[in-house]
């Protein structure tokens, strides 16, 4: 049985910074992409990012593009995301998914996690 925990979310005030992780258990990341998505209040969700197996690969969402960072750390079995110069706008639960194609596509990820919440304050 696969299990994704993601930790680390929080209040952030706008322009700062905050680091989630994905930690998994049941088996090895390392030969799987991994996902990251929001779902901001009221709203549907929508993708954020996402890394291929090796960590070679990494393509983002235009909206937090040049602001969020995903990398993974095979080892451990956790993939993070670096969220920096953080707005208002980014508030959502953020969910971390796990799939064999790194891709935007929501319904090609397998497995998700239970979310975490962002709040970032103006």
């Known amino acids: 049985q696969v299990q994704l925990v993601e930790s680390g979310g929080g209040l952030v005030q706008a322009g700062g910074s905050l680091r989630l992780s994905c930690a998994a258990s049941?088996?090895?990341?390392?030969?799987?992409?991994m996902g990251w998505f929001r779902q901001p209040p009221g709203k549907e969700r929508e993708f954020v990012g996402t890394?291929?197996?090796?960590?070679?690969?990494?393509f983002y969402a235009d909206s937090v593009k040049g602001r969020f960072t995903i990398s993974r750390d095979n080892a451990k079995n956790t993939v993070y995301l670096q969220m920096n110069s953080a707005n208002p706008a980014d508030t959502a639960v953020y969910y971390c998914?796990?799939?064999?194609?790194?891709?935007?596509?929501?319904?090609?990820?397998?497995?998700w996690g239970q979310g975490t919440s962002v709040t970032v304050s103006s």
């Open positions: 998914a796990e799939g064999k194609l790194a891709t935007f596509r929501s319904n090609l990820y397998d497995y």
């Open positions: 049941g088996r090895t990341l390392s030969n799987y992409a």
């Open positions: 890394i291929s197996w090796s960590g070679g690969s990494t």
